[in-house]
Structures are given as structure tokens and as C-alpha cells.
């Protein structure tokens, strides 16, 4: 019955459905089997996929249907240089200090780039970050006869924030109901639930609490629960709430890099730097009707996101940046660069979701963040400044990249 | 020299630098050298990381700092019943039938639900997909003294299509330049260059024929490249000019499912899942200011790019999608579900990036879809309208657990 | 000295310049000169511009050099019937009941549309309203050094809200500070302050108790102000911070028509208005990338704040609306239509600004609404209510006339 | 029965119906029984409104119901020292030039603010200004059955231009179409069809052309129309797809000022102003989930659309501006203040709509461009190039003004 051969036989001839197997084998027999039914349905050999090296009933959290593993390079960078403030003591917190950031993407030449970067924030003093908000948001939408019944229940929930507080958090050992705003358009009510879901990233968590919540507002109002998910969370969309006012943490890092520094090591000017800054990422984005203000933070925030075991669909939201780049000038007249990257809604936990996998795992650890932080929360706090490290670096090396280009060809044409 | 530990012990001791270990050994030794470092460093265990299965070399064009890999697991679903148009042939193109689609995910549940919505849809008889437009698009910024020169450098682009297209295709063998937009701003001049570029996803390709060509711009307008690329290409990240114009396939794919079908296997009405799609993802994401309007097509985009080899930070424009649900009504009074997804900007390719590394490799082949189609660029086509079916499958699947979970409340709401 | 022939003669010479006439006549008299003036440089007559009816000193707070005055013909919709909550009182606020509402406009047709929705209205047993969230905001920006300084003035500020309140309270007799909002985007913070500014529109008031505040904000913090707009307010732009959060009031007026009176008055059915309303202002505005999701709201509230003394300008926001329409099955089998507008950003008051002009001020007592309500704040809510009802209104009729002409020519189909 | 009296008491008893006074008597009259109605009802005095001095029979295309005007103070700045293109004649256009531009507003302190901005420009040697794009659009929308028909209907549409646009240019004598760009979401089809009309603002024009194409398309495809107007046109709506492609004219204005003219007449440098716009209009804008990138263009936008009788709901879309302000440094280390603004969809007429009522018509000959230009669409142009200047004097007035009493505060810092 076990045996991998038979149970691809019988799911060939209908006498197991697919999704079955674990049922009848071992997860990696299953796997197997899985992958040898496929294979004879395709044509294909599947070896690669199938040596992955973990134990699939490690991955059942994660997946159904398994037949193995995508492999996906993965390499360091750093050590990042950061003046975090993950912890709040005084001593520095978990961000506080050197980490190798571990990057794991197909793009070449993205770890070079950011590395180059992170070079030049060290020779800098290391860049400051400071996570500025928190709170993972789930926000039902109800069904109500009309705007009066809509202005009643939005009363209601506004006179009653302590009860419905009490019911969420009684699902959740950890989590904290921070906030309930309400929004109202025609017979829909939507109301965005945030919770500190400390080391969590969080969304089931406040999934579960706003589920609980939502039966109370059902009882006592006259609304009824269309969806517990309205899209004003905005969970794996690009919205502007999640821009405007966050999603998970909002995290902004930062450095002043002296002249020479951007001379030497950029091969470029601050002032050129700024132009290129401004003319591609505020007034090209801007033009562009875009939510991003960057160049490239996605780049870091998703190879960020798959070596740690992130969501990689929240990549979406997460990789929401603007970044900003000025020339300080000097007494002596000359300038100096100063650097940041505000990400709005980088989601992002040290426990849960794909965090516990092996290889993810080990990727927690390599920057000292596996599992929950002393305080709860500031493992992913300290998370979401490094990231933020991590994607400045990245803004800095590819805009000093188009800068020295235009600079040198400005150089030639002066040479002609 | 080539001994792992010896190259850690140099690299610790600031004889190496961390990126010039494959000077100095084979790629696979020279990763082995630095999670040693990194071990040592970081006082952790890099096992599973280091634990990959493909040859190190393999991965050069894709990382540069390697010290192995993540695992992210794959599953599969499927067949997906796609009636496409992939070869424009009329004995069907490449998506033309049933194909198993792997997912790499570390997100719960998120097969089985696709594979609900794929179950329905192969029952109702099959999705259509097409995809609607194409086009790569890069977006070099320019400067320019004021809007006079502005003026003059777009009239000049827009008389000189020819002198420029051929430029551009100079430096590749399968693009085609299909259209340069001109947008000014101020001192600014954008010019968005759109590319035919066949089966693969073609960023590289359209950023060096675009180069080329902003060679003659320069020299022949009064314009100076600031940046090749400006932000209204725009890559990695969610801008509304790619959801207007799109980037990479536009794709549409839809399905009428039954009534019967709807009540029997998703457990609710067309009615209720048209509430529930019109509340959440029309009017939920209106008010949220969004630039995605569906539930969670990010899901599946990025599990189908992450098993394919695709680049994940380009998720954020990928997954850009509208969802409608309909209840088409019958003349018996009974009303059909008609459900679609569109994705306005799914950057996809079969050859190139990561596409080429075994496990994404083979994930192709079991779509039948890796390397170049037959004609050119029916694999990307094929690849495109297939993901599109996933997602309408995700959609289809989460939208009738939200408006079944309402149902049932509704029916104990009766029963009391 | 005070004839106007001799004034426009020193103007013209350059003894005086064009806006110190009032320092040298009254101001009907610097007006007519100015138009003499200009009649001379450019060969006109400016008999009709001249031809105002209004004492030019009533003017002064609202205009310069003033030459005249635009007559925009004005005229009457209605009655409007609202069962509004302007006042909280149990016995009917100031838009419970039946008003004119004056419209001034040079869009042909589109009194005729709305009165046509009003009446629809009406029939129906009007419409519902409810002011659902107000404030008027103001948002300074700052400059830091870096974001280890945005975060100590954050905090300051959250821990310090009612220090700013009373400055910023202490330059107003009405003005009620509701909330500071902080945001941080590198070297910048912005804080959005909140204002309950009664019956004023409260543009003024809120920048002036702001200014106040930030003086506060800069003393104690290392925070210096840039501008006292940031942008994040936001005045007189189309952002999605309004969209979302609100600015001045937002709104949403609602009704529920019987499926009888569609047909007999719209001359088609909720299924057909439903259906246009979702392809058109959902999914079309959806695929625009647009923060507008009606027909053509802007119309009303355009017209409507001409007539009454709005600022004009701020049409821009105040336009912002989510149209929904839904057909409401009855168990007959048979529809009603219910159909809303949610205005998110509807800056209006009865006092100060345009209001107090002679035509304006007239038309706000055709309305009942002219200067302070009782209570404070009531008067401006009713306006809000009231010209939400008359959005309402030209939506439907919009969308009836787009279903019906379809229906029409669905019917024509059917009889080839 | 054309006594006023006699008709409002048959109005107030039911004898005959508010919209039907126009049947019964001349213009005026009816406007006075209607008045006079009002009156009675409301219990006011509505001397003002009926004060207007235009034949009321002339502002019947404009309005039904009329019970008289608002008069809205209007005044003129200028000279406008434009550097225009609107005829693309060798001895310069329409818009080249000095024009007197008037303005009608409420808003205090505006004209003020704008003229100071117009005499710095002056003495600047004028501002340069170009339409870079033209076109008057409409989108329907047509329902298909899937996106196999959607395809289909694409491909055909694409294959026909010339039969489209001769059958949309068979409804107008002027009218041009220029393209017609096709949209697929799910079952609905969106043409955003595309115009030059000239010197009319065109809406009206675009709109019958496009009806009678429709009529073609619904023949030879698949395809059923639902609405005329898809929202992807898109009209008073803030939408994306006119900030990216334009609608009406898409223009732009900009100066170079001398960094003594800053210091001397604006009170502060380059440095500064180009700060605060960085901060307010770009990464302000760009927090706030804008698609307005400017400090007030709407005030000028508005006030000039009122004085010369466009379409004030338009105000939505045409205010829709991106300011840039640069320092740019010379040889000697000081710094010019280069500013620009780009109108993306500014939508303006010459004929039609609102230019025939005798102040704005009055008001378009103080400009020179009452009626059509020569060629046609000059004056058009003429009139939008002259609004940008316009709108870039406000935005250089107020950017100033910002930053000057920012560095006062400075100097004052210092000072202490």
C-alpha cells in the first residue's frame, strides 16, 4: 500500500484522488507518489524537485498536494550596518548592531548591488532605522440595510471598542486589538481591526480575533457579515490604506553619507544622485500614477521574504516604498547624501508561516531573529530595520549606478 | 587553496573578500567556504541551506554571495482546463488543454483551495484565457532645458520611430519594438519603449535595445539620459500606468459555471457570490483606494513564479488583477455564475532568469511549456493564460468559502 | 482723482498699478477703472462683465483687481426629500424635510437630470443621509535630521496631544482639535491635524490653529517646519488620504426604490441600472485607475457650489464619490433598486468664504441653511446631507437613462 | 398667463409644473415666476439672484429651471508673458505674447498670489508653454459573452479603424478621431476613443461621433453596448488613465528665474523653494496617495474656468498637475530657480458650452480668444497654454511664500 509505484497507479486509475495520499503513506512516500503520477501524466522526470532534503511532514503546514521543492539560490549580504531601535532599550535592540542579511533570488546581480551599498552605509556609521507604526489589520465588510442602519452600527462599535477588544483577544495568547476604524460606503460597513501581533506576522491572528469579534457586532447591531476580509485590510493589493496608513510595520532607515564618500565609493555626486532620485522615482512615479516611489526595494524586500520564510503573495504590499535621496550642503559648499526608504507595510514575523522550515529557519538564525523576541515583538521589529537596511542599500547602489553612468558620459562629452 | 575551511579562515581574517570566493575555488567549494564564515560568525548551523541539490555553477547568472538555497516546497494542481489561444492556431494553441500547474508556497491551504476552484471549472466544461496585449516596456528619463526642448525631442521620437526601432533591435535577436510613448514633465522627458519579446519575460532584452536607441536620442535632440529607467516602465512596483496600459501579457481568462455546479461543489448561489465579490473586491477596494480589485490572485501569481523560475519582486505589478462575478440570470429564473480574472501586467517567460535552474526547469516541463514556443512566444502566451486560470480558481474558491460561511449563518439565522 | 477715465489713464502710464486702485477710489469705482484699463489695452468691452449687481466692496475679502463679476445662470431642483440626522435631535435636524436645492451651472441638461432623480426620489419616500465622519484637516510638514528624529517628535506629539490642542484651540471660538495623525517619510513629518470646525468649511481656521501648534512642535522638538501644508491634508488635489480618511465631511445619502416605480418612471429595471452601474462605475473606474467611482457626481456638487459660496476649487475632493446600485430581489421574484452615493470628502459650511456674497448668501437661504446652525455644525451637516441627496439624484437619473437606452435597443433587437 | 405672479400660483397649486414656465412665457418671465415660487415657498427674498443682466433666453443651452445667477466676483492678472506654440506659426501663436488673464473666484488673496508670481515671470523674460498632447475622449463599454468574444471584438476594432472613423466623423464638421485604444476586463469591452476637436472643449462632439461608431461595432461584433461613457473616458472623475494619457490638452509651463529675482522679489533662494516642493508636492503628494503633485493648481484652474465658461466639474481633471521646482546651480556656485507645471488633462473650449454667455464670453476677448482660432484648435491651445502659466505663477507665488517665511524663521533662529 506504501509503496510510491502503486499509489501513483491508483490515482491514475481514479481509485485515489490526489489529495489523498497522505492518507495512505508516509508524507515523503506520498510526495513521491505524487510526483511519479505526474510524471507519467507529463512525460517528465522530476528529479530535481524531488531531492529536496527536508522532511515533508515539515512542510504540511505550508502545502498541499506536495511533490517536492523549488530550490531557490541563496546568498549573504552584509554585515548590515544598523542604529536600530528594535528592543527600545537603551542598550540597543535586537536591530542594534552587524547582521549578515541572507537573500535568496534569481536576479543576478541584486546581492552584488546591495552589498556595495551596505559597504558604503558601514564606511557611512551604519544607517539609522526605526520601525514608526505597528498593526496588522483585518477588516470585514457588513451588510446593513442602508446608511441610517450604517451610522447606527458604526456607533455602536465606536461606544463598544472594550467589548469587542475582550472578545478578539480571547482567541489569541499574544495579540492586542489596537484599533477599529470604521468606514461606511452605501450599504456596506467596513471595519479595519489592527492588532499588535508582536513576533507574528500576524494575519491569522487577527483573522481568528476579528472573526470572534464580528459574531458581537452581528448580535448587537444590525449588521450582517458579508466577508471577513472587505479588502480594506489590504492584504496582497497595492492600496493606498496600506500605503497611507500601513499594514504590519511602517519602517523608514537612513544615513547621511559624507561627499567623499559618494565620490570615492560611488563614483559619483550627491547632487547627481538626488537629480537622478528625483527624476525617476517622485516626478517619474508620480507621472506614472504609481504607489511606489522607488526603484527597486521589491527587489530586496522579496529575496528578503523568501530566505526568512515570509508570505511571498505580501510582497505586494510590503515592498511599498518611497525613497529620498538630497544633497546637504556644507559650510565649504560641498554636499553630502543623505539616503532613506520609508516601507509603509512591511508584514513581516519571526515565528509562524513558512518561518519554521529548515532552510528559512537557519535564515532566522543567521541574523539571531528565529522565533519570538525579549520583548514579544522585537525579533520582527528588529526584522523589518534590517530589511529596511537591506532595501537602502539596494536604492542606493543602482541610483549611484545611473548617476556615475550620466557622469561619465557627461565627462566624455566635455572630453569631445 | 581550494579547501573550504583554509578560504573561511581567509575571508575572517580579511585576506579574501566574501564575494571573491569563486576566484579562488569551484562554486560549489566557494559557498561551502562562505557558510562556514557565515557560520562561524553568526555561531549557527547552516545545514539545510547548505543541503541544495543543483550544481553551484548553475546558479552564477542568478546570485552572487551564495551559501546555498531555500526550499521552498511545490505542490501541484490541476489539470487545469484551459481553452486558450496561445498559437493562434486553430487546432489549438500551447494552453490549449489540460495542464498541471505546480505552485511553490509556503501558504496553508492555498492548494487545496486552487485546486476546488480547478475541480468546478474543469466541470463546467473549462476556462477561456487570452491574453489581450503584450509588450515589455522600459522607460529611460531624459533631461531636458524646458519644455521648448521637450517639445522638440518628442516630435523628433515620434517622426524617427524607424531610426530608432532599428537600433533598439540591433542588440537582439527576437525582440521587436512595437511602440515609444512620449510623456513630458517639466525639464523632464519620459519615453516609454514597448517590446515584442517573445518567450521570454524580456526585461534585460528591452533595457539593452532601449539603451541603444536613447544613444540616438541623445545624439540627435537636445535630450541627456538621466536614467534608462524612469519608474513609467514601470518595474516592481504597482503603478496605475501598468494597470491601464500593462506591462508584460494582459490576460484575461473567464468561466460560466452552472447553477447546479455552484449549489452542488461550492455550496452557495451565484447571487451570493456576486454580493460578496461585488462588496469585497469592487466596492472594498474602491474605498481602499487600490490598485487590486480581487481576493487573492497574488497567491497563486507568486507560488506559480517562484515554482517557474519567474521573478518574484515582480509579483507586485503581476498580481494586478480585476475579478467580476456575475449572476447571469436564466429564463427559468435561476441565475449561472460567470466569474473572470484579469491581470493587466503578468510579466511571464519560459527561457532566461531563473527559468533555466533545475527545479523551475522542470516545473516548465511539466506544463510543457519550458524553453521557446513554437511560434515564438506561444510558451510565455501559454504560461500566462494557464496562471490565469489558477488565479480565477483561487478567486472562484475563496469568494464561495466567504459567501457559503454567509449562507450557512444565514440558514441558522432562519432556523432559530 | 476718483474718476475712473483718470485712473485707468494712470494705470496705463504707470503712475499707478492695477491693484492699488482702491487705495484711491471705492471700490466700484477702482473696478470700473481697472475694466476701463484693461477694455484699452485689449480692445474690448466688458459691458456685461461690468454689469454686476452687487456693491464691489462686499467683494473685497474675496477677490483682487476686480473688473466685475461671471453671472453663472442659477437655477432651482426639488423638493429635495431627505430624512437627514444634521441636527441629532429626535424630532429632524435641518435636512429633515423638503428643500430647493439652487444649482448654478452652464452644463445644459443637468438640472433636468437631477430633478428627474429627485422626483424618482421622492415617489420613493426620499432618501436617507447621514454625515457619517467630519473633520477639517491641516497638514504641516517637517524637516529632521534623519528618522532617529522622526520618531522622538512622533512620540512627543502623541504624548503631547493636549498641549497642541490647546494652542491650537486658543486661536479659534469654534474650532475643536480632534486628532493629529503623524506620518514619516525619511527626513519629513507630516502631521495631519483634525479639526471640528462647526459651520465653517474651516480651511482657514484649521490653518491658522495649526500654525499655532507647530510653533509648539518646533520648540520642543527637533522638528522645523517646512510648510504648513504638506500635502498630506490634502487641499485641492485628488489624494487617497481623503479618499480614505475623509476631509470635512463625508457623507452618504441612500434609497430603496420599488421595482414599479423604476419602470414606470426610469423606463427600466434594477437589474439593468445595477448592471451599468458595476461595468461602468466599479469596473470601469476599477480599470481607469480612478479615485472616483460614479457618474458624474461632479456636476452636483459643482453646481451646488457655485450657488451656495463654496470654494470651487475644492470640487476637486469634494466630488470624490462610490456610487453603488443594487438590484434587491423581493420574494415575488421581482427587483427594487437600491442605490447610494458616498461622498468621502465633501468640505462645505454656511459661514465665512463665498457664503456671505449677496447671490450666494441667497441661495443658502432658499435652503434654509444661511450662516451658524443649532447647533453649531448642524447647518453645514444639512448642507452636506442635502447635496449628497441631489448627487444621489443625478446618478440615477444617469444611469436610468443609460440602462433604458439599452433596453430600448435590446427591444429593437429582439424585434428585427 | 405671462404674468409672473399668476404663473408661480399655478406652479404652487399644481396647475402646472416648475420645469414647464418656458412653455408659457418668455425666458425671464419664467425665470421670474419661478423666483418668485421659490420665494413664497422658502419665505425669502431672492433680489440678488434675480439681479442678472443677461438675457435669459441665452443661457438656455446652459440650464433648465432658471431662477436667475450667481455672480461671482471676477478679476484680472497679468499681463501673462507666454512664450507659446499654439498655432505653430513661425511668428508664434495665439498664446505668444501678453495676455491679461481673468479670474473668477472667492478665494481671497488668490488673484494677489498669482500676480505676483506673473510679475516675477515677466521680469524673468515669460514663460515658455506647449500643449504636448491633444485629445477629447469617450469610452464605452459594451458587454460581450467571455473574453473569446472580447478578443474577437478587439481584433475587429483594431482591423477597422477607417470604418470607425468614418462613421464617427460623418456627426461632426470639425471632429477628428485619432485613435482608439481597446480595454478587456472580463465580459466588458472598453473603446477609449480619442479626438481632436479643436477649439471645443469636444466632450458633446466625442460623444455623438462615438455613439454613431457604437452603432457599427455592436453590427460586426459580438459586442452589446451598456453605457456611452465606460468611466475610462474619463470625465470628473480623478482618474489615472488621464494623468497618464492625457485628456483635453495635456500642457506644460515653465520659467528660469535668475537667483537674484528670487532673492529680490520672492524673499528667499532656489535651495529653499526647491525644498519645499520636494517636500510638500512630491513626497507629500506621494504619501498621500495623490494624483495631484502641486501645492493649488486647482485655484487658478477653477477661477479661470469659471471667468471664460468652461466646464466647472471638469476642474476634477484639469487641475491635475505635477510642479517641479529645481535649483540649478551656475558656474559661480549660486543657483537659478528653474519651475515648471504639467496640466495632464486640461480640458478647454473657445466655442460651445459656457463661452457663448456674454462675461465669459467677454472674458475669452480679453484674452483674444473668443470663438475659433486660425488655424482651427489654436485658440484652444492658446487658452490652455496661457492657464499654465497661470497655474505655474500660483504654485511659484505660494512655493515662495512658504519657504520665506520658513528661512525669516531661520534668520530668526539664528538671530537669538
Redesign the interface.
Known amino acids: 500500500m506504501t509503496d510510491p509505484e502503486d499509489l501513483a497507479t491508483q490515482v491514475r486509475e481514479g481509485d485515489l484522488r ?2 489523498e495520499l497522505e492518507e495512505h503513506a508516509d508524507h515523503d512516500t506520498a510526495a513521491e507518489a ?1 510526483r511519479l503520477f ?1 510524471e507519467r ?2 512525460g ?6 524531488g ?4 522532511p515533508a511532514e515539515r ?1 504540511e ?17 552584509g554585515p548590515v550596518d544598523v ?1 536600530g ?1 528594535a528592543s527600545g532599550a537603551s542598550d540597543g535592540g535586537a536591530a542594534d548592531g552587524e547582521h ?1 542579511l ?1 537573500l ?9 548591488s546591495v ?1 556595495r551599498g551596505l559597504g558604503v552605509i558601514r564606511t557611512a556609521g551604519g544607517a ?3 520601525v ?1 507604526k505597528n498593526g496588522m489589520t483585518r ?1 470585514p ?1 457588513f ?1 446593513v440595510n ?3 442602519e ?2 447606527e452600527t ?1 456607533e455602536w462599535v465606536n461606544d463598544n471598542f472594550d467589548t469587542l477588544a475582550e472578545a478578539a483577544e480571547s482567541t489569541t495568547s499574544h495579540g492586542e486589538l489596537l484599533d477599529i476604524e ?7 460597513v ?1 471595519l479595519r481591526f489592527a492588532y499588535d501581533t508582536k513576533d507574528a506576522m500576524g494575519m491569522n491572528m487577527a483573522t481568528i480575533a476579528t472573526g470572534e469579534a464580528c459574531e458581537i457586532v452581528e448580535s448587537e447591531t444590525p449588521a ?9 485590510c ?12 500601513g499594514r504590519g510595520r ?1 519602517v ?3 544615513v ?1 553619507i559624507p561627499g567623499e564618500l559618494v565620490e570615492e565609493r560611488l563614483h559619483t555626486t550627491a ?1 547627481a544622485i538626488a ?2 532620485n ?22 530586496v ?3 528578503a521574504f ?2 526568512t ?1 515570509q ?6 504590499e510590503a ?2 516604498t ?1 525613497t ?1 535621496m ?1 544633497a546637504r ?1 556644507r559650510e565649504d ?1 560641498t554636499s553630502d547624501l ?1 539616503a ?3 516601507l509603509a507595510s512591511l508584514e513581516v514575523g519571526t515565528v509562524g ?2 518561518t519554521k ?7 532566522l ?2 541574523l ?1 531573529l528565529r522565533g519570538g523576541g525579549e520583548p514579544a515583538g522585537s525579533n520582527a521589529d528588529a526584522l523589518a530595520e534590517i530589511i529596511a537596511v537591506g532595501a537602502l542599500a539596494g536604492e542606493l547602489s543602482l541610483l549611484a549606478a ?1 548617476a556615475s553612468r ?1 557622469l561619465a ?2 565627462h566624455e562629452d566635455l572630453g569631445r
Open positions: 490526489i489529495h505524487r505526474v501524466e507529463t517528465t522526470d522530476l528529479e530535481s524537485i531531492d529536496y532534503t527536508f512542510a503546514p505550508n502545502i498541499e498536494n506536495m511533490i517536492g521543492a523549488a530550490q531557490i539560490p541563496m546568498g549573504i549580504v542604529n531601535d549578515y541572507p535568496a533570488t534569481t536576479e543576478g546581480a541584486l546581492l552584488a552589498n539609522d532605522a526605526r514608526t477588516a465588510v451588510r442602508g446608511v441610517a450604517a451610522a458604526v470604521p468606514y461606511v460606503v452605501g450599504d456596506s467596513y450582517s457579515l458579508v466577508a471577513l476580509s472587505g479588502n480594506l489590504s492584504d496582497k493589493k497595492p492600496a493606498a490604506i496600506n500605503a497611507v496608513e511602517s523608514t532607515a537612513d547621511l547632487d537629480e537622478a528625483t527624476r525617476k522615482n517622485l516626478t517619474g512615479s508620480a507621472k506614472a500614477g504609481s504607489l511606489g516611489f522607488n526603484a527597486h526595494a521589491a527587489n524586500v522579496a529575496a523568501l530566505a520564510g508570505d511571498e503573495a505580501q510582497v505586494v515592498a511599498n518611497i529620498t538630497d550642503q559648499g543623505y532613506s526608504v520609508s508561516g513558512g522550515l529548515p532552510t528559512q529557519s537557519e535564515a538564525e543567521i539571531g545611473l550620466h558620459s557627461a
